[in-house]
């Protein structure tokens, strides 16, 4: 679990501000969940052979005997939500995103930490597949808006209720011939949860599985007709991507399209956005039978792609003061000058002009203001422009017009 230094907020901020400032352009509300739910929920819908629930989530009984879990994701709470407040009866389709901390417990590596941060959107209600591709064309617009580059966006299907059991049965039936191989994990779960030995990192299991059956072989005349429609409409869109089969995703409440947007750039860790379509999820967790699909994104990764420049952000202004009452009448324009909105420090600790200048120097102001007892009662202060290291005089009662406009880009 990570602190997030000032240091590293603005670049945060920023990954925020660009998926509140996109995901509106696409008619998203936001919506904010508890980090905790009951257990039950992310049983029900994550599944109970994932690695999620099996293994990563962090369970506690709370003082009244209910068994409560930190929110591995944020879909389901998502859901839960919909469904409790009945938002359907007020429009059965709904746009919603979310932004905040989640929690597994899995082995910390680079991109891969217990307390980490989604950025994820969700629409309910709508199954056509320009809903598919509207939706990843909205992440890959992101991606483009906060420049990530080197980014691959991986489109798959998983079928539905109908097409998933024959797919998994042809699989379950190859996988037989290849138990030797498998590691432990694989060879627990070939027959409850089979496409996730599809998913299994062991070198050993991706050679043995290298001639698995495709699900895109097995895909239903829905399914089937809902990919290349998907696909038709990301070409239209100018949206690029890549079909992989062999994509199944932790999580089991998907159905039909699914997607990862994926790096190279993160070592073990290769997935910078995921999601997919959940259309049985609402109904399963006791809500009406509406269709859903959406995406998470791991902020930890955004940021390690995006890159996070130590930037602290720089102080407009400082007051740096001679005296007793040059400091007093400081405090009060420090005071005013922030009132106007302008990011003002002044010295509140006594120290020398110099020390005071070198703090302006450190604090990144653009300017400093020189106020002493003689220039108090001119009613003047010396302005100085700290990059140019030019200075001129000012009136005390202009100084705040004067600030404000060389702030704004007028004359230095
Ligand atoms: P997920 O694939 O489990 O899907 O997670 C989505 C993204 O969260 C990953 O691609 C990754 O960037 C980030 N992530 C996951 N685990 C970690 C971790 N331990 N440390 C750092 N980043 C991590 C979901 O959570 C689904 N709820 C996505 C979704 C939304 N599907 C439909 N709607």
Redesign the pocket.
Known sequence: MNDILPGEVATWQELEAAARRVFRSYGFSEIRVPVVEKTDLFCRSIGETTD?VEKEMYTFTDKGGTSLTLR?????PVMRAFIEHKLHAQDPVAKLYYMGP?F?Y?R?QK????Q???I???VIGLDDPRCDAQVLAMLDHYFAEVGIPDVQLQINSLGCPECRPAYRQALVAFLETRLDHLCDDCRRRWQQNPLRVLDCKVPGCKEATAGAPSVLDHLCGGCADHFAAVQGYLTDLGTVFAINPRMV???D??TKTTF??VTGNLGA?N????????DGLIRDLGGPPLP???????????VLLKGSPQAVPRLDCFLATLGSEAARHAFLLMHQLQRAGLQVDTDLEGKSLKAQMRRAGKLGARFAVILGGDELAAGRAQLRNMDAGSQEEVPLDALRTRLQELLAGGEA
């Open positions: 999620i591995p994701e944020g879909t389901a989640m597994r899995e910390p991109g891969r930490y217990r980490f941060h989604q994820g959107a969700e995703r932790g999580l409440y998907y990862e947007m860790q997935a910078v956005a995921a999601g997919g379509r959940y859903g699909i959406g995406f998470a994104m791991g902020v930890e990764r955004l």
